[in-house]
């Protein structure tokens, strides 16, 4: 079983940058989709972005199209969200998730807090 830790969460200025990374147990994970999603005070948890097990698609929610880059390292079983011209609104807890099967994110990491000021 895979299993999932993140790191790379901080207080940040608006306008400002970090990269999260996640990094997976096991010998499995480059077979395996990927997806970051977040969740602010109060709200759903929501869709960030997904990347295939090789790393030649990735998908986007529009609100951090542009500004937001997911990558993966399978030869060291970490994919990373890069995350540019950070807006207060981006402020939440993000997770790191993996989808097996092609059908849906079954394991998730422990989440890595993300604060952005204004």
């Known amino acids: 079983q895979v299993q999932l830790v993140e790191s790379g969460g901080g207080l940040v200025q608006a306008g400002g940058s970090l990269r999260l990374s996640c990094a997976a147990s096991?010998?499995?994970?480059?077979?395996?989709?990927m997806g970051w999603f977040r969740q602010a005070p109060g709200k759903e948890r929501e869709f960030v972005a997904h990347?295939?097990?090789?790393?030649?698609?990735?998908y986007y929610a529009d609100s951090v199209k542009g500004r937001f880059t997911i990558s993966r390292d399978n030869a060291k079983n970490t994919v990373y969200l890069q995350m540019n011209s950070l807006k207060p609104e981006d402020t939440a807890v993000y997770y790191c998730?993996?989808?097996?099967?092609?059908?849906?994110?079954?394991?998730w990491g422990q989440g890595t807090q993300v604060t952005v000021s204004s």
């Open positions: 998730a993996a989808d097996p099967y092609g059908s849906s994110y079954d394991i």
């Open positions: 096991g010998r499995t994970f480059s077979t395996y989709a």
């Open positions: 990347i295939t097990w090789s790393g030649a698609n990735t």
